[in-house]
């Protein structure tokens, strides 16, 4: 079993579990005899789907970085997917426990940190304290069953995974080495394109997520890899609720890396400035991940003959394959961005805690656009990413050496 495999079923039995002590307090809301002991089993439940989910992420940070010194290039490979299922986890918890503890009337008094985020108490979703009414668990509820059955499917039924793939190679059984290098010098600039437009599409959803979130850039990008400070809140399902938004942002923390916050933060501000116009230049995009110097070096890879046409014909499927992989890592980032979103929403209920919890949704949406990056430059192998997968431009130089 892959290590993605084994975190998209412990995702999908976590949010199962939590979806089922969610329903048994939603139906015992209008029930006191009922409702302490549902709301029991629903904070151990959502206590030990954390817990499970904080030993996947020991797990992402070894693959990530190679630290265990066991781990095989597929599972180095699928690192990344790892994490960003894992986050989508951690946010269906997110999700549930907010809007539990928006239901049981939960106003989360605090001492709240100084605020220097300039997002008001409207925050993400509006103002006013939490209402003592169901409408956000039911609301939760229904989005964390979507998003399980999403899971489970391989997050392949989403629109931006299922909308790009890069066309097949043509075949060069009579061209010899000149009509293979010709179709992988096609497949690899078209699939650098679709690496493009797929970075394009997650970073301008989640750099407008954390716009909306939190008005100053700095705010929440000096928040990621940070703990999140909150003050004393008395709520436990508002505790559980930001313990599983900190879990999100480690996380997440893990795949960036802080050598890429150190040195990219201008690049990622520049993303997060485009996005007020819900439009991320595909351009500044095509600079930010490597894709012009990946295809540049394509390109001289390829000039000349002699290349022998079964080796390049094999780089041309596995320069494709590159692309379909992308696609679904780009679809689960999608699915991270929509479930933060949810969050966002229904944490707006605790308007005495919202600077600190729209500064900590904020920094989750700024990883999303700093991982995009950083796999996008991976799967172009531009030289800026991680080094998880052997990219476009990796592809070609070894099939010509």
Do not use: C
């Not at 904070?43 to 066991?70: I, S, T, Y």
């Not at 239901?103 to 108490?121: F, I, K, R, V």
């Not at 290349?307 to 394959?321: I, Y």
Request: negative net charge; hydrophobic residues 50%; charged residues 20%.
């Amino acid at each position: 079993m892959s290590p993605a495999n084994a975190t998209q079923i412990f995702v999908v039995s976590t949010a199962q579990d939590v979806l089922a002590a969610g329903h048994e307090l939603r139906n015992a809301l209008d029930n006191p005899a009922h409702r302490a002991a549902a709301a029991d089993r629903l904070a151990l439940v959502a206590e030990a789907a954390l817990g499970g989910l904080d030993d996947l992420a020991v797990r992402n940070f070894e693959a990530v970085e190679g630290g265990a010194g066991g781990e095989t290039p597929e599972e180095r490979e699928t690192a990344a997917d790892e994490v960003l299922t894992g986050t989508v986890g951690d946010l269906n918890v997110a999700q549930v426990t907010f809007a539990a503890g928006a239901a049981l009337g939960e106003g989360g008094e605090a001492e709240p940190a100084p605020d220097t985020s300039g997002a008001s108490p409207g925050g993400v979703a509006g103002t006013g304290p939490a209402p003592d009414t169901a409408a956000p668990l039911d609301q939760a509820l229904r989005l964390v069953r979507e998003s399980a059955e999403a899971v489970a499917t391989g997050m392949n039924s989403g629109p931006t995974a299922a909308a790009w793939s890069t066309p097949p190679t043509p075949p060069a059984a009579s061209g010899g080495s000149a009509v293979s290098a010709s179709a992988l010098r096609q497949q690899a600039s078209a699939t650098l394109d679709g690496l493009v437009a797929q970075v394009s599409d997650v970073a301008t959803g989640a750099a407008s997520l954390a716009r909306k979130a939190v008005p100053v850039f700095d705010a929440a990008w000096e928040q990621i890899g940070k703990v999140v400070r909150v003050g004393q809140i008395v709520g436990r399902f508002v505790r559980l609720g930001l313990r599983a938004v900190e879990a999100a942002l480690n996380r997440l923390y893990t795949l960036v890396h802080a050598d890429f916050l150190r040195t990219a933060r201008d690049k990622v501000h520049a993303i997060w400035e485009n996005a007020r116009d819900d439009a991320t230049t595909p351009a500044m995009i095509r600079v930010v991940i490597g894709a012009d110097a990946a295809e540049q070096g394509v390109g001289r890879a390829l000039t000349g003959d002699g290349f022998h046409p079964d080796r390049l014909d094999l780089a041309a499927g596995r320069v494709r394959e590159l692309g379909s992989q992308f696609g679904r890592l780009m679809g689960v980032a999608q699915a991270v961005v929509g479930a933060l979103a949810a969050v966002g929403v229904v944490s707006a209920i605790f308007h005495l805690v919202l600077p600190q919890v729209a500064i900590a949704i904020g920094a989750i949406a700024l990883a999303v656009v700093a991982a995009s990056v950083v796999l996008g430059s991976d799967y172009a192998d531009s030289g800026t990413g991680r080094g998880l997968v052997r990219g476009v431009h990796g592809t070609v130089l070894d099939a010509v050496r």
